[in-house]
T-cell receptor, first 114, second 113 residues
Framework: DAKTTQPPSMDCAEGRAANLPCNHS???????VYWYRQIHSQGPQYIIH???NNETNEMASLIITEDRKSSTLILPHATLRDTAVYYC???????????????FGKGTKLSVKP | DTAVSQTPKYLVTQMGNDKSIKCEQN?????MYWYKQDSKKFLKIMFS???????INETVPNRFSPKSPDKAHLNLHINSLELGDSAVYFC????????????FGPGTRLTVT
């Protein structure tokens, strides 16, 4: 089962920042927070991941609280093409067995509106 | 160039048939995966495979079997297809372990009639 909780849906106006929250209150010290998204009918797409520090790349920023029990994915200037289901996933950063597997929850359906 | 490709994109077949879905990655990754997305849109891991180890999700029926002719390919073979096998199947690849992002293929929509 997924170890994260996300709101089922959110709306965002085009051009505004989209802030997607995720709760992972049972996260362990060696678990990373990963974000993927799935645009309608396409394969999931990696966005960003982090352990403790905030992270930023060309797609998004990831803000992780100091206690690591929650995080927020920020799309700074949402466009219509960002409409998708966004998945927050907690994953062990190791090399053995099934540690590479992604356990998807229900995600947040983000609708960017003009 | 497409990083992870799957064929066919659509597959319609009858119950009881045997079918295969092919997956190829040109990223040089050492680990490949198969995921199933059902009609309710839940994505579930089925298999992960590298040259040392096959990890099978215990919920996957043994009618499903991954076959890897080489490091760049992981095909999914399904025997005796059932109506409940209808879903979208996604292949993915990455470097081994939980540190690395996975790259997904475009999916194969399987419909069993």
């Amino acid at each position: 089962d997924a170890k994260t909780t996300q709101p089922p849906s959110m709306d965002c106006a085009e051009g505004r920042a989209a802030n997607l929250p995720c709760n992972h209150s049972t996260i362990s010290g060696n678990e990373y927070v990963y974000w993927y998204r799935q645009i309608h009918s396409q394969g999931p797409q990696y966005i960003i991941h982090g352990l403790k520090n905030n992270e930023t790349n060309e797609m998004a920023s990831l803000i992780i609280t100091e206690d690591r029990k929650s995080s927020t994915l920020i799309l700074p200037h949402a466009t219509l093409r960002d409409t998708a289901v966004y998945y927050c996933i907690v994953r062990v950063g190791g090399y053995g067995g099934s540690q590479g597997n992604l356990i998807f929850g229900k995600g947040t359906k983000l609708s960017v509106k003009p | 160039d497409t990083a992870v490709s799957q064929t066919p994109k659509y597959l319609v077949t009858q119950m009881g048939n045997d079918k295969s879905i092919k997956c190829e990655q040109n990223l040089g990754h050492d680990t490949m995966y198969w995921y199933k997305q059902d009609s309710k849109k839940f994505l579930k891991i089925m298999f992960s495979y590298n040259n040392k180890e096959l990890i099978i999700n215990e919920t996957v029926p043994n009618r499903f079997s991954p076959k890897s002719p080489d490091k760049a390919h992981l095909n999914l073979h399904i025997n005796s297809l059932e109506l409940g096998d209808s879903a979208v199947y996604f292949c993915a690849s990455s470097w081994q372990g939980g540190y690395y992002e996975q790259y997904f293929g475009p999916g194969t929509r399987l419909t069993v009639t």
